[in-house]
C-alpha cells in the first residue's frame, strides 16, 4: 500500500507523521476522490509506523468505506476531533509533513492544536510519484490516446474563420467525449499570439498563413496527458517553416537522449543545444518539459537545472519551442515515459501539417 511506502521512507528520514489534505496526494495515498479544499477541514493522518486515520465531514459518510474515519457534522469542531486523531497516532509533536497546497487557515489551526515542526510533504511524497508503477502507465497511454485521436479529428475540422476562443471550446468538448475531463484549460495560439507560449485563447479568428499552436490534455482516471502540436492554415511564411524544421529536429533529439540513468538536464540541454546552433537561442523561453501524472506539472523537470536521474517509469513531457514578437511561435510537446529508453506515449503526426 502507498501509506505503507511514505511511512517506510518517513522512519528512515526521521519524521514523525504526516498530515494530507485532498489533492492529487491525498488520492495517490488514499485512492478516495474527495474535493473537499473549502471552509470543512479533511486531513490524512499518518505516523511512521504506517498507522493512519482520516478527518473527513459527515457530507462523504457514504464516500469513505474501509478505512480508519472519524466524521464530523456542521455545527462541531474538527479541530477538537483532529487534536484526538493526532494525539492517538502520536504525532501531535515532532517533525511532521504537511501537505503542501493545505489552506492556510487549516494549518494555522493544526499548529494551535499541537508543537509540531513543519516540512513540506513534497519533499518526501515526490521521491514515490516521480516513479509510476504499471497500471499508472496503462492509465496515462489510454489519456494520451484520447488527445491523440482528438488531433485527428482537430484536422477534419474547418479552421480558418474561427476563433480562438471557440475552437478552445470545442477541443474541450471533444476531451470530455472521451475522457473524465480536460487536464488544463486547452491553449490555442494562431499567427503573432504563437510568440506568447501560455497565450489565453481570445476573439482573434483563425486566418490563412497562420501557423496555430494547439496545446492540450486530457484525465483518465486521476492521470494526466498533455500533447502540443503547431498545424498551418496554407503556406506559412518561409521563416515560420524554417522554425518548424528547427523546433522539431530539437525535439526529435532530446527524445533520443532520454536514457535510464542520464540527469534531467541532460534532456534540456539536448533541445537547447540544437535551437542556439540555429539562432534561435534567446527565442526558446522555457524549460524542456516537465513531469506528468495526477498531476500535469509535477517532478522531475526537464530543465536546465534538472539534476533528476532519470528512472524507469518516470514520465514526463518533451516540449521545446520558438517565439518570436510579431511572427508567432512554434511548439511541440510529446508525454514521453522512461523504458531503459524513451517511450511515447503521444502518436499524433509531427511533420508539418498544412490545412
Not at 84 to 105: S, Y
Not at 212 to 228: E, H, P
Not at 304 to 310: C, I, Q, R, S
Not at 331 to 339: S, W
Request: proline residues 4%.
Amino acid at each position: 500500500m502507498r501509506i505503507g511506502k511514505l511511512a517506510k521512507l518517513m522512519n528512515e528520514r526521521g519524521f514523525d507523521g504526516a498530515l494530507v489534505s485532498p489533492g492529487s496526494n491525498f488520492y495517490y495515498l488514499t485512492g478516495l476522490r474527495i474535493h473537499e479544499a473549502g471552509e470543512r477541514p479533511t486531513l490524512l493522518a499518518i505516523n511512521a509506523d504506517g498507522e493512519f486515520h482520516l478527518l473527513v465531514p459527515s457530507l462523504y459518510e457514504n464516500v469513505v468505506r474501509d478505512f480508519p474515519v472519524t466524521f464530523w457534522r456542521d455545527g462541531e469542531n474538527p479541530y477538537e476531533k483532529l487534536s484526538a486523531v493526532m494525539g492517538e497516532l502520536g504525532i501531535k509533536a515532532g517533525r511532521v509533513l504537511i501537505e503542501n497546497t493545505m489552506r492556510a487557515d487549516w494549518l494555522i489551526e493544526v499548529m494551535r492544536i499541537s508543537s509540531i515542526e513543519p516540512y513540506p510533504l513534497s519533499s518526501l511524497i515526490r521521491e514515490l510519484r516521480m516513479r509510476k508503477d504499471r497500471e499508472e502507465i496503462k492509465l496515462m497511454e489510454k489519456a494520451a490516446r484520447v488527445v491523440d485521436e482528438v488531433f485527428e479529428e482537430i484536422l477534419s475540422w474547418d479552421l480558418v474563420g474561427t476563433t480562438e476562443k471557440e475552437l478552445a471550446l470545442r477541443i474541450e468538448l471533444a476531451i470530455r467525449e472521451r475522457s473524465d475531463g480536460i487536464s488544463f484549460e486547452p491553449i490555442v495560439a494562431g499567427g503573432e499570439n504563437g510568440a506568447n507560449p501560455h497565450h489565453e485563447p481570445s476573439e482573434r479568428k483563425l486566418r490563412k498563413g497562420d501557423m496555430v499552436i494547439l496545446d492540450y490534455g486530457a484525465r483518465w482516471r486521476g492521470y494526466c496527458s498533455d500533447i502540443t502540436r503547431t498545424v498551418a492554415l496554407g503556406r506559412p511564411s518561409e521563416k515560420l517553416v524554417e522554425i518548424y524544421e528547427v523546433v522539431k529536429d530539437a525535439q526529435e533529439q532530446a527524445f533520443q537522449a532520454v536514457r535510464e540513468g542520464v540527469k534531467a538536464r541532460e534532456i534540456d540541454g539536448t533541445a537547447r543545444s540544437v535551437i542556439e546552433k540555429a539562432g534561435y537561442g534567446r527565442f526558446f523561453t522555457h524549460r524542456t518539459g516537465h513531469g506528468l501524472g495526477l498531476d500535469v506539472h509535477e517532478e522531475p523537470y526537464i530543465g536546465p537545472d534538472g539534476e533528476v536521474v532519470l528512472e524507469n517509469g518516470m514520465t514526463f513531457t518533451i516540449e521545446p519551442g520558438i517565439y518570436v514578437p510579431g511572427l508567432g511561435g512554434v511548439r511541440i510537446e510529446d508525454d514521453v515515459v522512461v523504458k531503459g529508453k524513451g517511450r511515447r506515449l503521444t502518436k499524433a503526426e509531427r511533420e508539418l501539417i498544412i490545412l
